[in-house]
């Protein structure tokens, strides 16, 4: 049957164009009104599962079109969505979406762009060019590097390591892109404690092995031993390795010194990675800028654009030094598809995702919406707001912080002053808040381990928080704490 005869059986059978119109309007109507309220809405929904039950059906024999469709889902699915675009957000390191940014992802939408190639959006893939370019500038990073735009810091890692994989392989005498990893040595993988989770997953896709990353800590919160790296690359022997730096650890913005790292990498041969996630970020600001030094030296770098870009999930990007590297462990090829010396650039060819959304129009969109001055000022705005929380807590009696404040991360727990208490009945209190918190949901943030106690960790990234947000969030925990208290022995 014809798509005509289908529009014939009823006004619900098939997409009809008419409904566009009406399908925008209600959709922009009720995303001007949500953004309106949002700095006013909890962090979290009170009760999901109840809005959720009226999506618990099942799938229609007959559709009751667009404009209804999206009725219901806007009458019930806010209420089982979290706000997490809003000021309150402080876990996970989520960044808002700035309004350049939002309506060019709006945009992108519309134009339903493939940005796996020139040929099929030279908007999309052309914009991509550009914004890695413009990121390049804002990082300090070299401008003849080739980048690719991921879905976020894991697949930008995975792309940055793939290419190391393929170098660390060429350096056995393999293409271990086209032939595996089958019959030779394991990979040395060096990092320290704050080696991020995304790295060791990466690090498993590639066929490298999680247990493969050894960890060279000299204390609880996991510092870099600089003297036992440098040992451990010596005793390689000249054999070719992979360093992993982290710019911004999760849970108090700490760093890898990674200029001592490029160069240790340098001097024994190694590959440098730096996992720049948010804390790459900290290039922008005259007072942070010291925490990344010599991260212009490393072999590939990544970053993520939905968190200190402030641009829609999902965005991420990755740099590295060769290009090459990449079009082997990327090599995507059929008759159908544009031949690998096409001069116009590909990029689904060099990352892991041949399905690409046009991510670059937000981030086209936002760099030029607010320039360096502008995301300079997002930075250093945040670096404030960081320091007022670590004052509050200071200042608090019934707070303690664990960790300096270098960037955007404020590590403490909530310790009251009733009576002592020792670490282990610190932990079962503040873990039993952790939970407690994310049930009122008025605030989002969460619990973490940090030198063998539980703590929170509150990330400030999104462009919407100002300081009344971060003192509710000291008054959120406070009322909790009291109420728990004296339940947590």
């Given at each position: 049957m014809s798509p005509e005869a289908h529009r014939t059986a009823g006004p619900q059978a098939f997409p009809s164009r008419d409904e566009i119109t009406e399908a925008l309007r209600l959709v922009a109507a009720e995303a001007e009104a949500y953004l309106d309220r949002l700095d006013r809405l909890p962090a979290l929904p009170s009760r999901p599962e109840e809005s959720l039950l009226a999506f618990d059906e099942p799938l229609p024999e007959e559709g009751e079109g667009a404009a209804a469709a999206l009725r219901r889902l806007i009458d019930h699915g806010l209420g089982a969505a979290g706000n997490t675009a809003g000021p309150r957000c402080f876990h996970f390191v989520i960044g808002g979406s700035t309004p350049a940014a939002l309506g060019a992802d709006l945009l992108a939408?519309?134009?339903?762009?493939?940005?796996?190639?020139?040929?099929?959006?030279?908007?999309?893939?052309?914009?991509?060019?550009?914004?890695?370019?413009?990121?390049?500038?804002?990082?300090?990073?070299?401008?003849?590097?080739p980048g690719v735009l991921t879905t976020g810091a894991t697949m930008a890692n995975f792309v940055c390591l793939a290419a190391a994989r393929q170098w660390w392989g060429e350096r056995q005498g393999a293409d271990v892109s086209e032939q595996g990893l089958s019959g030779l040595p394991a990979v040395p993988v060096f990092a320290s404690g704050h080696l991020h989770a995304s790295d060791v997953k990466c690090l498993s896709l590639l066929g490298i092995g999680r247990q493969n990353a050894r960890i060279l800590a000299r204390d609880a919160v996991g510092r870099l031993d600089l003297q036992r790296l440098e040992s451990a690359l010596r005793d390689l022997d000249g054999k070719p390795s992979i360093l992993i730096a982290i710019a911004g650890e999760v849970n108090a913005g700490e760093f890898d010194p990674i200029d001592a790292m490029a160069d240790l990498a340098g001097r024994y041969g190694a590959w440098l990675h730096v996992d720049g996630a948010f804390g790459l970020f900290a290039a922008l600001s005259d007072r942070t800028k010291a925490l990344v030094h010599g991260v212009e030296r490393a072999d590939s770098v990544t970053a993520d654009g939905h968190k200190w870009l402030n641009v829609?999930?999902?965005?991420?990007?990755?740099?590295?030094?060769?290009?090459?590297?990449?079009?082997?462990?990327?090599?995507?090829?059929?008759?159908?598809?544009?031949?690998?010396?096409?001069?116009?650039?590909?990029?689904?060819?060099?990352?892991?995702?041949?399905?690409?959304?046009?991510?670059?129009?937000?981030?086209?969109?936002?760099?030029?919406?607010?320039?360096?001055?502008?995301?300079?000022?997002?930075?250093?705005?945040?670096?404030d707001l960081a320091q007022h929380l670590a004052r509050r807590v200071d200042e608090a009696p019934d707070f303690?912080?664990?960790?300096?404040?270098?960037?955007?991360?404020?590590?403490?727990?909530?310790?009251?002053?009733?009576?002592?208490?020792?670490?282990?009945?610190?932990?079962?209190?503040?873990?039993?808040?952790?939970?407690?918190?994310?049930?009122?949901?008025?605030?989002?943030?969460?619990?973490?381990?940090?030198?063998?106690?539980?703590?929170?960790?509150?990330?400030?990234?999104?462009?919407?928080?100002?300081?009344?947000?971060?003192?509710?969030?000291?008054?959120?925990?406070?009322?909790?704490?009291?109420?728990?208290?004296?339940e947590v022995a």
């Open positions: 939408s519309t134009l339903d762009q493939i940005a796996y190639t020139w040929i099929t959006s030279p908007l999309g893939v052309g914009l991509e060019q550009i914004s890695l370019s413009w990121l390049k500038d804002l990082f300090g990073l070299p401008a003849a590097w829609p999930y999902d965005c991420g990007f990755a740099f590295v030094r060769d290009l090459g590297l990449l079009g082997k462990a990327f090599a995507y090829t059929a008759a159908y598809l544009p031949r690998p010396d096409d001069p116009r650039p590909t990029p689904g060819a060099i990352g892991p995702e041949s399905s690409r959304r046009a991510r670059s129009l937000a981030i086209w969109a936002t760099l030029r919406a607010y320039g360096r001055a502008g995301y300079r000022a997002l930075v250093e705005r945040h670096l303690e912080r664990l960790a300096e404040v270098p960037l955007n991360i404020v590590c403490f727990r909530y310790r009251p002053t009733d009576r002592d208490r020792d670490d282990a009945a610190l932990d079962r209190l503040n873990a039993r808040l952790g939970e407690e918190v994310l049930r009122d949901g008025r605030v989002l943030v969460g619990t973490t381990r940090y030198a063998g106690r539980t703590a929170f960790r509150p990330a400030i990234v999104n462009w919407r928080s100002r300081p009344k947000d971060l003192d509710t969030l000291i008054a959120v925990l406070r009322e909790l704490g009291q109420r728990l208290a004296g």
